[in-house]
């Protein structure tokens, strides 16, 4: 087999979707390892009366292997951005995306291929921007994922604009570079003897231009940032269009399958969120710029570490609502997909119809709308008028409704069911456990006077990983198992499966359920070190035992990855619908589909959800495309 250019540069939603899962899986490597070495800080500070981080001395020339603050700072920030802006929405949104829509919807392609192989190749070069920042003099960002300024106007030490770059980012940035500009070459540019000088050219320009602008870890952060919104607003123009008007004939709104209902709204939010993102971060990239002073006050403590002939008259305040604007609808971007695809995944192996299914498109557009509305719960402690705390506090718990509705349906969806558990369905039922007890840490810090204690606490760290890895990641995991077999035409392992679920499932509680404890004593996020106050002491074995853990939870991802390399080598061969699905990936496409997904173009007739319908004779399922005289 030879890989030529036009396969790695390729158009089809199957190749991209693919291409956004193994790089979505590789940074979720990476962001779990930063994740540890936090975690190895956390427990076991000060090496003098602990245990010094293994090679740390050696490798980084840490004194006595103990992780300096600012390291920690940018550790936690990184693993943060990584997670949510190169694991979780690529992998959610990039991925499953790319991959089901046209598959599910009846369609040879998307409607803009070459969009799609853009926001890939975009994705790629934010995330070697994002790794060039540790390797620049100021050091990697250190803002936390929410960059607010001042801090994020200010340089570190040493920081200095125009000061080039190291080697080694050099050669990540323009490599990547050369991805994006190299598969534009290949699919834009119509002339052959063209596309290499032109590629070069773009590329050297490209890394040129980035210098220039992304002098510190900070200002690569924001460059990121805005290439990350660039690539999603991509993706969201093509989903909205293919399945505006690409669905095959008899695929009304009404039949489509869920997990394609919450594309959609999840294309509505990025559409509507991510242009204000991308404002705020272009005025903050200015202001750190000593530019202009959108979000720095005048009266402000550390004036004079920015350029005083541009400092005052901003306001941070400012930038709290337009981060918060895109950042709370892009909660629900991180986990509307997850709501489709484990309803998908929850009915067919309860082989039953989902509970609810024009309730579930109702509260998917609910959530879309109300999400709009509650961004300011993120800012009840920042001193904004106490009235519009409360506003914001009242919506905030209106949004609890829809979603509630959600997980009484799913509930509903499993009653009485004939349950297969098969590894997609663990994951996809421990999706909804762990969504309520994030749904309800939520409420808590929805209510103004119980926020005061706990913002920026602990328990705050605790909701975001129980609807974000409890959530999205088990929600991702479940699809990973589900459509697997559609990906590669290979039946992953189950006894493997199982093992990463449950090492999973039980070491994702040790992990995360304690740090409500933590948040409900005080115990402040993003402090590098909190052993040696006197009120925290007693809290260490706590934070030992967290640490432990999270190693093991580490540890679990191994199955998966030997699961997930090994079946593409020794899984059984797949046959095209092996879970006995009624939607048209498995009814009526190979696995793994050819170019064009379909031999003819499908038909059809029923809703996603025929199971057990008498209407179906000897199966228990009735596909979408099978016409019943
Ligand atoms: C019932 C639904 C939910 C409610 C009532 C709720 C409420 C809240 C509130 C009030 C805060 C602010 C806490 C503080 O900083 O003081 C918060 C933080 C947060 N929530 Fe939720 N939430 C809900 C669901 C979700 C979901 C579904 C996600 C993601 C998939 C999510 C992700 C986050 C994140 C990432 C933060 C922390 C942001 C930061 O870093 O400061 N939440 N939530
Ligand atoms: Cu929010």
């Known amino acids: 087999m030879t890989l030529r250019l036009r396969d790695i540069f390729s158009t089809d939603h199957k190749v991209i979707g693919l291409q956004f899962l193994f790089m979505g899986l590789g940074f979720f490597a990476l962001g779990g390892l ?61 991925a499953f995306g790319n991959y089901l829509i046209p598959l599910k919807i009846g369609a ?59 080697v080694i980012p050099l050669v990540m940035v323009s490599t990547a570079a050369l991805f994006l500009w190299g598969f534009v070459a290949t699919n834009v540019l119509r002339s052959r003897w063209a596309a290499v ?25 924001f460059v990121s940032l805005l290439l990350v919104g660039i690539a999603t607003l991509l993706g969201a123009i093509n989903y909205l269009a293919t399945i505006v008007l690409f669905r095959c004939p008899g695929m009304t709104p009404s039949r489509l399958p869920l997990s394609v209902w919450s594309l959609l709204f999840t294309a509505v939010l990025v559409l509507l969120a991510t242009p204000v993102l991308t404002g705020a971060l272009v005025m903050n990239l200015l202001d750190h710029h000593r530019l202009t002073s959108f979000f ?90 106490p009235a519009l705390g409360t506003a914001f506090a009242l919506s905030t ?11 009484f349906n799913w509930l509903g969806t499993l009653w009485g069911g004939n349950i297969h558990f098969t590894t997609a369905m663990w994951n996809a039922v421990a999706f909804v456990s762990l969504f309520v007890i994030g749904g ?24 975001i990983h129980y609807v974000l890895f409890g959530g999205s990641t088990f929600g991702l995991f479940a699809a990973i198992y589900y459509w697997y077999p559609k990906f590669f035409g ?25 740090m409500h404890i933590l948040g409900i004593r005080g115990v402040p996020r993003r402090y590098f070190d909190i052993s040696h106050l006197e009120s925290f002491k007693d809290l260490q074995p706590l934070n030992v035992f967290i640490t432990i853990s999270a190693f093991a939870l580490g540890v679990a991802q191994l199955p998966l990855v030997v699961n997930f ?65």
Not at 34 to 40: P, Y
Request: aromatic share 14%; glycine share 10%.
């Open 565 to 629: 390399f090994g079946s593409l080598i020794w899984g059984k061969a797949a046959p095209a619908n092996p879970w006995n699905a009624t939607t048209l990936e498995w009814t009526d496409a190979a696995s793994p589909p050819i170019r064009e997904n379909f031999e003819s173009r499908p038909s059809v007739y029923h809703g996603a959800y025929e199971y057990n319908n008498p209407l179906s004779g000897d199966d228990d399922f009735l596909p979408q495309s099978r016409p019943v005289s």
């Open 296 to 385: 720095l006050p005048g009266d402000w403590l550390a004036e004079s570490r920015v350029h005083p002939a541009v400092a005052g008259g901003g306001s941070p305040l400012l930038h709290q609502h337009l981060f918060w604007f895109y950042s709370h609808p892009a909660v629900y971007i991180m986990i509307l997909p997850a709501f489709g695809m484990v309803s998908d995944i929850l009915s067919v192996f309860a082989r039953k119809p989902v509970f609810g299914y024009r309730p579930m498109i109702y509260a998917l557009a609910a959530i879309t709308f109300l999400g709009f509305f509650v961004w300011a719960h993120h800012m009840f402690q920042s001193g904004m008028n």
């Open 197 to 221: 000088p032109f590629a070069v050219i773009a590329a050297v320009v490209t890394v040129l231009v980035m210098q220039g602008v992304a002098f510190d870890g900070q200002a690569c952060w």
């Open 397 to 407: 718990m209106f949004i609890a409704v829809p979603s509630g509705i959600k997980v």
């Open 108 to 166: 040879p392609r998307m409607a803009f291929p070459v969009l799609g192989g853009l926001s890939v190749w975009t994705t790629l070069l934010a995330g070697a921007v994002l790794f060039t920042g540790p390797f620049l003099p100021g050091g990697a960002v250190e803002t936390g994922w929410t960059g607010y300024p001042p801090l994020s106007a200010i340089w570190g030490a040493g920081s200095a604009p125009q000061s080039g770059w190291p």
């Open 490 to 514: 290979r039946m992953m392992n189950e006894t493997l499966g199982k093992v990463h679920f449950f090492g999973s499932y039980v070491a994702f509680n040790c992990v995360f359920f304690p």
């Open 34 to 94: 930063l994740a540890m070495a936090m975690r190895w800080q956390l427990a076991w500070p000060g090496a003098t009366d602990g245990m010094p981080m293994p090679l740390a001395e050696l490798i980084f020339g840490w004194p006595n292997g103990q992780m300096p603050p600012d390291v920690y700072n940018a550790t936690f920030s990184l693993h943060a951005t990584v997670m949510i802006f190169l694991v979780i929405i690529p992998l959610l949104v990039g």
């Open 440 to 463: 309800l840490s939520g409420l808590f810090l929805a209510s103004t006077a119980v926020n005061v204690h706990l913002h920026d606490t602990y328990f705050v760290v605790a909701h």
